[in-house]
């Protein structure tokens, strides 16, 4: 797909960037970047010049605009409103070295379409780029986040109760005992950081360091130099000598996400170095021993590219004694209420924000959409709708272009059947009490068995009896 689309673009005319930006490196690193994916930049160095340029002809042949915060400072939020009320329809970026939610806040509600961490990797910044300008892509509401919402790296913290997805996590955690290889396949925003950082810290090594490598965003003649490190003078720009992520995490855990893209070579040393039980950097004389506990993940299932001749058979079944794979969310869409609420409750403990609550028309929607980014997706929409809500819960009405892809597909009947299921989390994250969740389970089955309380007994295993004396204990209504 990657290849494909920079075909494309080299069919057209280049876009124009402006990137608002007083540091040379970092200019010259961006409109290389910009360059590869079809871009002509143009560099401004301070809030007059970019301002005054919007109302060149040249300003008017704007695709998007890269601010970095650092030019205007605390006023950088002045400027991207100065920026959209002359432009509303231009996407802005905003380049920061502050994880601060509350910048994040404001920044979006100046006008900003994304918010990136310096230093940002160069896929990060693309794929940024790519999404603020794709016509066919949903905009504004829908387009990802980079918000900095600290989550505590425990299995406590992947909320769902879909079989599949307890199956995943239940494998996970045994997992985290042992010191063997681990393979956690999922589409990308399943939540596979999350459980890896929940693994590390439930494992014998949680004390001890660990590194992700994500082989997607290290350019591919890079990759064998961060993994196994080099010697100085290995190779010409090898000034200082470099310690590879491998002998770095020595005790400790090495996480290589996204090992597709692994390029061949790559695999080889690796499969040379797992059966080892060494490595040696490049242009090094001798090899070190190290003891690391590797764990794999992939956005792709590995065993495909294997029997298409695109990953190693042998580096395979290095890699996989143990695989998890997470389930996509339109998999398991009835997780989709809970979801919501938790991350409701954590975006409203954020600087800037507030805790909302959220309706049943809103929950419908939700679980109407197929959730392309799966959970990373969901909680940004989420968090870019907190910020734009002025009542107490998030309604229908908070999704605008939701609504408007869906269309009908919700229904007018009230939420989907996914929607219908029982809430097992309050909002703030924690289990609801177990009486209330009953009382839900039965008020859900004689609705669904019209108020026949045979068949309702019948369905949920227990006595008519029984089913009388809990509607009397819990105080529901027979025509619940």
């Known amino acids: 797909m990657f290849l494909r689309l920079r075909g494309t673009m080299a069919d057209t005319e280049p876009r124009l960037l402006m990137l608002i930006d007083d540091e040379p490196a970092q200019c010259r690193l961006i409109t290389a970047l910009a360059a590869r994916e079809g871009w002509r930049t143009i560099v401004v160095r301070d809030s007059e010049t970019a301002i005054a340029t919007l109302g060149t002809r040249q300003g008017m042949q704007l695709a998007a605009i890269v601010l970095d915060q650092w030019v205007p400072g605390d006023d950088a939020c002045q400027l991207i409103a100065e920026l959209k009320s002359r432009r509303p329809a231009l996407p802005i970026l905003m380049l920061t070295t502050s994880a601060s939610p509350l910048l994040a806040v404001e920044a979006m509600r100046a006008g ?25 892509a949903p905009r504004d509401e829908l387009m990802p986040l980079t918000e900095k919402m600290p989550a505590n790296p425990d299995f406590e913290a992947m909320i769902g109760a879909t079989p599949t997805f307890r199956a995943a996590l239940a494998i996970a955690a045994k997992a985290a005992r042992g010191h063997g290889p681990v393979l956690i396949e999922g589409e990308s925003g399943t939540g ?32 064998e130099s961060v993994l196994f490190g080099h010697e100085k003078g290995a190779f010409p720009g090898a000034f200082d000598r470099q310690i590879g992520a491998i002998q770095h995490c020595d005790g400790g855990t090495l996480v290589i996400d996204e090992i597709d893209h692994l390029p061949p070579s790559v695999q080889e040393r690796l499969l040379q170095a797992l059966v080892r039980g060494d490595v040696r950097p490049i242009g090094a004389k001798h090899s070190f021993r190290v003891d690391v506990r590797l764990i794999s993940a992939s956005n792709l299932p590995l065993k495909e590219l294997v029997d298409s001749g695109h990953f190693l058979p042998e580096l395979f079944e290095r890699l996989s004694p143990i695989q998890v794979t997470l389930p996509a969310l339109r998999d ?6 809970a979801l919501a609420r938790h991350f409701l409750a954590r975006i409203g403990d954020q600087p800037g924000l507030r805790a909302l609550g ?13 959730w392309p980014g799966n959970v990373r997706q969901l909680q940004a929409v989420l968090f870019r709708a907190a910020v734009f809500c002025d009542g107490d819960a998030l309604t229908a009405d908070d999704f605008p272009q939701l609504s408007n892809m869906l269309g009908d597909q919700t229904g007018a009947g009230g939420p989907s059947q996914e929607a219908m299921g029982v809430t097992l989390y309050t909002p703030d994250g924690n289990l609801r009490p177990l009486e209330d969740i009953e009382a839900d389970v039965i008020r859900l089955a004689i609705g669904h068995y019209r108020g026949r309380m045979t068949e309702v007994a019948r369905r949920l295993g227990i006595g008519r009896s029984t089913l009388y004396r809990k509607l009397s204990d819990l105080g529901i209504d027979n025509a619940a």
């Open 332 to 337: 398991r869409a009835g997780d989709i209420p």
């Open 112 to 136: 900003a379409n994304d918010y990136l961490i310096k230093p940002v990797a160069p896929d990060r910044l693309m794929h940024a780029l790519r999404l603020a300008t794709t016509r066919e």
């Open 358 to 370: 959220i309706t049943d028309g809103a929950i419908s929607l939700l679980s109407a959409y197929d």
């Open 192 to 223: 596979k950081e999350l459980l890896v950082r929940a693994m590390h810290a439930a494992s014998p090594r949680a004390k001890l360091p660990l590194r992700i490598v994500n082989v997607a965003g290290v350019p591919a003649n890079s990759i």
